[in-house]
């Protein structure tokens, strides 16, 4: 059992940033895969970017040069910090945990990010 508690969404204006937080807490095994995904109203969900147990990293093309993930294994934390927002990155955005012994998901409940002027 995994819990998963996202935070640092709100509000932000164009060309703005924001840093969301994940932290876990659990059962936290060794092997896995921690992500972030993200859906706007009316759009599929899609991944945002992820992060390995072993420390290695995807982001997708739409957020590449913007968005970077990063963890604090001690604290169970993952991080999502997006830099030059767009309106178009306003979405609701869920943090994951994929066990892979187990292959098992779980989710966050999310944190809506709008980004407006």
Known sequence: QVQLVES???LVQ???????????SGSIFRIYVMGWYRQAPGKQRELVASITSG????????????VTISRDNAKNT??????SLKPEDTAVYYCSYH????DRMYWGQGTQVTVSS
């Not at 993952?78 to 830099?83: G, I, K, S």
């Open 55 to 66: 420390g290695s990293t995807n982001t997708a093309d739409s957020v590449k040069g913007r």
């Open 8 to 10: 640092g969404g709100g």
């Open 14 to 24: 164009p060309g703005g940033s924001l840093r969301l937080s994940c932290a876990a």
């Open 99 to 102: 066990d892979v012994v187990l």
């Open 78 to 83: 993952v991080y999502l910090q997006m830099n």
